[in-house]
């Protein structure tokens, strides 16, 4: 079942629609789009009609697309004694919150999804204030009860059951129930009131009214997911359920997700502590095994022993609860259906055999509210307004459930923690049920009210609208996609908390703002988090805890990050030729963490605790406190990070290093110079000469240059200030590179700028008539390393190069592209390099100090796995433009290369992380090279390049001192300079798990697990990759659950607070083109995106698996600030619309084909949809403020990210919709990627059966 492509309404008999499906199509299959982006992604399976002002008739807006199949062992799979509903909440925190405290879910108010833009001078939308107005009834507070609506229903007895709570993913907390823990209320046999059906009538039908241009969804063997039994679907694989629901009207959106049945439903009236006399009705369960139209009367299947007796632990609960479970099938009656079962077309719970086309429905028949459907409240008198085919007035007399016991009526309040202070309701949650004051209050009267007008409720967690969703939206899943943690929801959350204030290090163990969060640093002794970011913020005393937990325990460090300019690079400190002080015997750098004792004549060591004598240079008496008195005057005492200038001592062979060196090495092979890239490459460096890198603007940079071309032969040039023409000279003995001339090859650009720009000019012309094909390319290399050699000096290569070294040479290569081998057990040979030439190749230029930067014009495959070995083993970047066309990539290449070229660097680099006694660290991640376990070796290392670093316990570590690391970088810099860069970062310690939980950050755990799969791919299948990350999210979604959450229902999905993105942002690593490949994207895309992420700072890795999409017709060009961006799911698309979306190495402007007029002259300078030229690489510049917003918008994107992106104009129902789509990350893609919804099912059932 693939929810995610386009809104396949079921049509009304089965058939598929011509031209769809996975039918050949002319002009979407897999040929290669211009643009340099081989079309990926299947042929298109896109909305027709899909696009309709209002829901079309009879739809309901969660009905599901037909399922490809309903696996047997699912039923008993999901029969266990709990509804399955997906729960979360915060860890504990002490003490009972304020009253007034806003629920920690406000992360959820998607409630604005707006079909179309607002007229283009509408006033923004505004959010209320979180508290919103509640009407407050009869509060009984008798005894201790705790605050929020106890949410356990009736164990789930048949399939109805679990469809029904499957519709309402529930936000809200649980705690075991008065009556005993693991008790569900009493329920009484009889269909829910609501279900206005006719007894007849089997409503799993799709109505006849179903829009003929969709094709049905696949059907067929459904697709084995993460090692499931091939025929077992996600829990979330809905089966046809395309009953007609009522149109809702839109109510204020509601924090819990609790929207309930008009009626109290009679199968559950309040809690009561006696022990259910009745057998539950069908309220949310497995299906029986016969004919599923009769609930089963099961016992209750409560669990009296299930959680521990005592008051539940004290936790912000933020849980969103609902069941995933199967939907009713084809043929089974809907839950809500009374008369006699249909005919047994099959066995219970699957769909007829045999492809009998589905009957068509009765005639007038309007779908039933499933059980969470009606229109949520926030407040909880307000009644939906009768739905059609929904009974509305009083509950019918005789089937209310037993009257409340006093003092409980409704769910009791739960406990926060400290007895004695009971929370007043919360804005935005429903009371127990529609029409009945939260916490006890007497039900009103049922009388219809108007719907509230419609509001953002931060608190809130809004439920899509029927009126609000696009079409696209109506055949959906029942899981509500509003209901679940929200990427957005935590930005906007973050921004607001953590944006306005600036971020002081000098706490210990302060998870800092987001990386998507605009936020100063003041360095008050850690290194801002600009430079480090760890995966915990608090890590386990013990190896067995941290085993337990298995969260990572991990830092990403950027050492040369640029800071925001009104941040200060860190300081230079001199300390003259007795260099930088240093413990005796771990080495670490005087750092804040270092104790002055004996009045300041020794310190002890943070790290090692060892005392060391104070030089008599650096003493200095304490004061009363036992600090320096000159510590804030020496920033080695007083901040995070700060530079050492290093004596002879830290140099290669105890010398003054010499200025590097950048030798440029141009491809030029027939396909280079037809292109056109030789041409732009020498035109481009005669202006970029003048912006060689320089430690101060006003002097001349005295990096040198050199100049050599190549095809099968080299050809170096003699560029001597004192020649006339500069003088080509060629060595074509490749097999025993050496460079023909010492002086004159590495010049200064200001003495020899005549002779280089003649030769740049000559070049192109020289080889504008070649035929030479063929190119070397390990001995380009080594002629540049030999370059390096001679001069003494470290550098960096610029390698231009276009195709696969076949010709005779070290390092030739053959082609081994072989599609058939993806997805076995050999997949992993190709992205192994296939000689061992290179690697031997990479350790001679680290030694030297040599960097290589290799920019790749391939037309075909180049096999980037082995030519990238060098660039990543030296710290070097690999950039690549696939069919290289001058016109449309120059700009992108151009931009790439000057920031290349200018971007801040440093040459010959050793780095080194020590650790405070009890961890150390035992793992290195990134584009370097290592000769022994502690050095990590860099022959160069930019402002962009980062390493990821994992530590391991080896001894007990203590709360009170915490755990330090200090990264120190021994680097050459641009001028010459021999530096050590210090940072520090001390964390705390914690014997409580919920401590660890509480401070984690799960944008820098995915950059994480993402390299360490990435690495992972080069040993294993990728599939057993895939498999093992699911695994370790599970256990670590597992312990929280186990060890830190309140009890409640196992069907509750509990995630921590911090970690909630954890499944979807892991669900975007897991569907990434490495891990899980469509069958268009090459071997080459993969290995060159694998050793790209390998060296991701946190910000690129987050953008690059959840892109950001921000809707532009909501820009309002007013104000400096940009709209809130949107979830990245076709849903949310408006037609509407424009929307800008950002992976970091791609922009895409999608223009759907309804977006007004006005916005359309106003962007692209036309008027007309149709006139649109989705070729164009760049914005029109147009004398208008939306233009020219929208092009600001687009710089700045592309000034945050460390490559250019290039801009694709992406209309509606073009071809380039399917790359875009490719990026909308919550939706199922074509490569069996699992949407968000479906993963996060998937996740629940792997932590339960961790638990079970």
Known sequence: MNVNQQPHMASPYGQPQPGYQGYPQSGYGGQHVPGGYPAPYAPYNGPASAYQPGPPQGYSP???????????????????????????????????????????????????????????????????????????????????????????????????????????????????????????????SQPSVSAAYTPSAPSSFAPTSTV?????????????????????????????????????????????????????????????????????????????????????????????????????????PTQYTGPPMQQPPVSQPSSFHSGPPPPPTSAAGFPPQGGAPPRPPHPGIQGPPLASQGPPMSQANHVAPPQPGMLAGPPVPGMAGPPPQPGMQGYPP?????????????????????????????????????????????????????????????????????????????????????????????????????????????????????????????????????????????AVIKPLATLPPDENSPYIVDHGESGPIRCNRCKAYMCPYMQFIEGGRRFQCGFCSCVTEVPPHYFQHLDHTGKRVDCYDRPELSLGSY?????????????????????????????????????????????????????????????????????????FYNVKASLAQPQMMVVSDVADMFVPLLDGFLVNVSESRVVIESLLDQIPDMFADTRETETVFGPVIQAGLEALKAADCAGKLFVFHTSLP????????????????VGTDKEKSLFQPQVSFYANLAKECVAQGCCVDLFLFPNQYVDVATLGVVPTSTGGSVYKYTYFQAQSDQERFLN?????????????????????????????????????????????????????????????????????????????????????????????????????????????????????AYRCVLNNPTKNVRDSLVNQCAQILACYRKNCASPSSAGQLILPECMKLLPVYLNCVLKSDVLHPGADVSL??????????????????????????????????????????????????????????????????????????????????????????????????????????????????????????????VKQEDKLELIFKHFLVEDKNNSGGASYVDFLCHMHKEIRQLLS
């Open 643 to 715: 530079e050492f200038l290093a004596t002879v001592d830290y140099c290669k062979n105890n010398k003054i290093p010499q200025p590097p060196a950048f030798i440029f090495l141009i491809d030029v092979s027939y396909n280079a110079v037809k292109n056109g890239m030789v041409r732009i490459v020498c035109q481009e460096l005669k202006t970029l000469l003048d912006y060689l890198p320089r430690e101060n603007p006003d002097v001349q940079s005295n990096i040198r240059v050199g100049f050599a071309t190549y095809n099968k032969v080299l050809h």
């Open 1084 to 1209: 080459d895309d993969r290995a060159y995106l694998r050793q790209l992420v390998s060296a991701m700072d946190v910000a690129e890795s987050h953008v690059f698996f959840y892109p950001r999409l921000l809707p532009v017709h909501k820009l309002d060009v007013e104000c400096d600030t940009l709209p809130v961006a949107i979830r990245d799911s076709e849903e949310r698309l408006s037609k509407g619309g424009i929307y800008l979306l950002e992976t970091g190495l791609n922009l895409f402007l999608w223009v759907g084909a309804n977006a007004q007029q006005e916005l359309l002259q106003n962007i692209f300078g036309t008027p007309a949809f149709g006139q649109i030229d989705s070729n164009m690489t760049s914005l029109p510049i147009l004398d208008n403020p939306y233009s020219k917003r929208v092009r600001e918008i687009v710089e700045s994107f592309r000034a945050q990210r460390s490559r250019y992106m290039k801009l694709m104009v």
């Open 414 to 554: 739960q406990q926060n923690g400290a007895f004695g202070q009971v929370r007043g309701p919360q804005p935005g949650y429903a009371g127990p049920y529609p029409g009945q004051q939260s916490y006890g209050a007497a039900p009103p009267a049922q009388a219809p009210a108007p719907p509230a007008p419609k509001r953002l409720d931060p608190d809130s967690i809004p439920s899509p609208q029927a009126s609000d969703i696009p079409p696209v939206q109506k055949t959906r899943h029942r899981i509500d996609p509003d209901a679940i943690p929200s990427p957005i929801q935590v930005i906007e959350d973050d921004k607001a908390n953590k944006g306005s204030e600036p971020f002081v290090t000098g706490v210990r163990g302060q998870a800092p703002p987001l990386v998507t969060t605009n936020f100063h640093v003041k360095d008050q002794g850690n290194a801002s988090p600009r430079f480090i970011r760890c995966t915990a913020y608090n890590i386990p005393c013990t190896s067995d805890m941290a085993k337990q937990s298995q969260v990572p325990l991990a």
């Open 806 to 821: 076949i010709a005779e040479a070290p390092g030739k290569l053959k082609n081994r592209e072989d599609k058939k081998l």
């Open 212 to 316: 003929p241009t969709q094709p049905p969804s696949t059907e067929g063997t459904p697709q084995p997911y993460y090692g499931a039994p091939p025929q077992q679907p996600f829990p979330t694989a809905a089966p046809p359920f395309s009953a007609p629901g009522p149109t809702q009207p839109p109510g204020p959106p509601l924090a819990s997700q609790q929207t309930f049945p008009q009626a109290p439903p009679p199968s559950q009236p309040p809690f009561s502590s006696a022990p259910p006399q009745v057998p539950p009705a069908s309220y949310g369960g497995p299906p029986p095994p016969v004919q599923a139209s009769h609930p089963r009367a099961a016992p209750p299947t409560s669990q009296p022993a299930a959680f521990p007796g005592g008051p539940p632990p004290t936790s912000t």
């Open 62 to 188: 969660y009905a599901s697309f037909p399922s490809k199949a309903l696996a047997a062992n699912l039923v008993s799979d999901l029969s266990s004694s709990s509804p399955l509903d997906l729960g979360m909440r915060g860890p504990p925190t002490s003490g009972a919150p304020p009253v007034s405290a806003a629920q920690a879910y406000s992360q959820f108010g998607q409630g604005d999804i707006q079909n179309g833009p607002p007229p283009l001078g509408a006033p923004p939308q505004s959010r209320p204030p979180v508290s919103q107005p509640y009407s407050q009834g009869a509060m009984n507070l008798s005894g201790p009860q705790p605050p929020y609506n106890q949410q356990f229903g009736a164990p789930p007895t048949s399939m109805q059951q679990m469809t029904t709570q499957m519709a309402s993913m529930q936000v809200g907390s649980t705690v075991p129930s008065p009556a005993g823990p693991g008790y569900a209320p009493p329920t009484v």
């Open 896 to 1012: 790439d290369l000057r920031k290349d070229i200018q971007k801040k660097v440093g040459f010959d680099a050793v780095m080194r992380v020590r650790t405070s006694t009890g961890i150390r660290a035992t793992d290195f991640f990134g584009s370097f090279y290592m000769s022994n376990t502690t050095d990590v070796e860099l022959a160069g290392l930019d402002c962009d390049k980062t390493v990821t670093v994992e530590f391991r316990h080896d001894d007990k570590l203590s709360e009170e001192t915490g755990a330090l690391m200090q990264c120190a970088v021994l680097y050459t810099s641009c001028s010459g300079q021999r530096r050590l860069r210090i940072h520090n970062m001390a964390v705390n310690c914690c014997a409580q798990l919920a401590d660890l939980y509480r401070n984690c950050e799960t944008d820098t755990i995915i950059n994480f697990f993402a390299k360490y």
